[in-house]
């Protein structure tokens, strides 16, 4: 079984910055790619950032420039810098993760989400 459990959510004033940090524990035996996405009221889940074991990232178009992703592979953690927050960043936050859990198989798994609210 895999978990990915997420912190740092709340709220925040715009212009604000928080970390948000999702540790994966479990039967792990290798991670692909860790990663956020949101989903705000009404709408559709989206890509926030993502990372895989080399480093390499993408970011939504809306978060780039604000938004850092950071990944540390010794100890399965994923934390995403928010810097320059606006109302629009209001969504619940979920971590994301392809996992192999043995050499031959692998899964996505998402944490239970945690809720960051932009407002003055």
């Known amino acids: 079984q895999v978990q990915l459990v997420e912190s740092g959510g709340g709220l925040l004033q715009p212009g604000g910055s928080r970390t948000l940090s999702c540790a994966a524990s479990?039967?792990?035996?290798?991670?692909?790619?860790m990663g956020w996405y949101r989903q705000a009221p009404g709408k559709e889940r989206e890509l926030v950032a993502t990372t895989n074991r080399g480093g390499a990232t993408e970011y939504g178009d809306s978060v780039k420039g604000r938004f850092t992703i950071s990944r540390d592979n010794a100890r399965n953690t994923v934390d995403l810098q928010m810097n320059s927050l606006k109302p629009e960043d209001t969504a619940v936050y979920y971590c994301?993760?392809?996992?192999?859990?043995?050499?031959?198989?692998?899964?996505?798994?998402w944490g239970q989400g945690t809720r960051v609210t932009v407002s003055s």
């Open positions: 479990g039967n792990i035996f290798a991670i692909i790619a």
């Open positions: 994301n993760a392809y996992i192999y859990t043995d050499p031959r198989n692998f899964d996505n798994y």
